[in-house]
């Protein structure tokens, strides 16, 4: 033994801990996702979720404001329709639930906080598929491509300060972007989900968001297996003009966002999605973990990895956790 290698010397303390800590985990960088369901005229909790509600118009502005409160950096909003058609038309409509619920938070929270609106149309097609189909039920690309660019600009309107492209389709950045533009709300940026992977950890969201899917988005979201295309997904929405790019899921991509990280250089967001919630919140349930012990340790992990961003379903209450320590 080297007597004078001693790694321990620096655990000795908490101070000594702190003081050589490599890795941060502050509130600010945490983002709330949260369901607002249209009609609803009480909270719905999600069983696969618990803890997590569909909010209605007026819970979701009280927890809003609650989640600012306790240092959230911003909140990623998305609705449940009543009505679901084969094109998606309540995601375009101003009267549409999500758009209405974000000029509702808007209104409730100005530029306290960072409103991010999901950019998709899964929530409201009746086949529950992220895009419109063709006449062979395949997700047709650029007819999306056209929708998205519609709901866009409901959401810029609407007043979400960031939007989130998170159906996959090719060129979604670059058509949104060229809309937004356009339109004038240059302003308005664009938090791109670019390596998006389908994942069995989104099982819970789709309880979340009643979604109608029958098969599986295996054409459009990524295979689990590939980083390469994850970095070219990324190269091709910084070209486009992506103001953030995001992995999804994250700590089972933890090497997806690391690499990420090397490659871009705008700010790297990662989404610590429902199964990941699920998981720990299962295990916690039966004594099997300590939960805020092991949603600390995710969130740093995810941290370290890479992301600058960490959207999560504890980020109200890891926020308030944070602030005591
Ligand atoms: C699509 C979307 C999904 C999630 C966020 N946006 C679901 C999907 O791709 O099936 C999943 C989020 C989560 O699981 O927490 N609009």
């Known amino acids: ?23 941060t985990l502050r509130p600010h960088q945490l983002v709330l996702p949260m369901f607002v ?22 819970t979701l502005r009280k927890a809003a404001v609650e989640a600012v ?42 530029d306290d906080t960072v409103l991010m609106s999901d ?29 998205y660019a519609d709901m866009a600009l409901a959401q810029a309107d609407a007043g979400a300060h960031l939007l989130g492209p998170s159906g996959m389709m090719d060129g979604q950045v670059g058509v949104v972007r060229e809309a937004l533009d356009t339109a004038g709300h240059t302003d308005t940026g664009l938090l791109a989900y670019s390596a998006k992977f389908a ?3 989104y099982g819970p969201f789709r309880e979340a968001v009643e979604s109608q899917l029958t098969g599986d988005r295996m054409t459009y979201q990524q295979d689990p297996g590939n980083v390469r295309e994850a970095l070219r997904e990324v190269t091709l929405d910084l070209t486009e003009g992506a103001d953030l790019v995001m992995v ?17 250089d705008v700010p790297v967001a990662a989404y610590q999605v429902s199964g990941e919630y699920a998981m720990v919140e299962a295990a916690a349930a039966n004594g099997w973990l300590d939960r805020r012990r092991t949603v600390l340790e995710a969130l740093t992990s995810i941290r370290r990895a890479g992301a600058d961003v960490v959207l999560t379903y504890w980020a109200a209450e890891a926020a308030a956790w944070l602030r005591e320590s």
């Not at 369901?37 to 007026?58: C, F, N, W, Y």
């Not at 609705?79 to 038309?89: F, I, Q, Y």
Request: charged fraction near 25%; charge should be negative; glycine fraction near 10%.
């Open 1 to 23: 033994m080297f007597p004078n290698h001693r790694p321990r010397r620096l655990r000795r303390t908490p101070a000594l801990r702190r003081l050589v800590t490599e890795t």
């Open 69 to 110: 409160a306790a240092g959230v950096g911003g909140i990623m909003l998305y609705g449940v329709p009543e009505v679901r058609d084969a094109v998606g038309s309540g995601g375009v409509d101003p009267d549409g639930i999500l758009n209405v619920a974000l000029r509702d938070l808007r209104a409730e929270l100005g």
């Open 248 to 264: 999804k899921p994250a700590l089972a991509y933890l090497d997806v966002i690391r690499a990420v990280r090397e490659i871009s």
């Open 37 to 58: 369901k249209e009609g609803a005229a009480e909270p719905t909790p999600i069983l696969s979720m618990p803890g997590v509600v569909q909010h209605t118009r007026d």
């Open 199 to 201: 994942s069995a950890f």
């Open 119 to 147: 950019l998709c149309l899964d929530e409201f097609t009746d086949h529950g598929h992220c895009g419109v189909l063709d006449a062979h039920g395949d997700v047709d690309n650029d007819a999306t491509l056209a929708v």
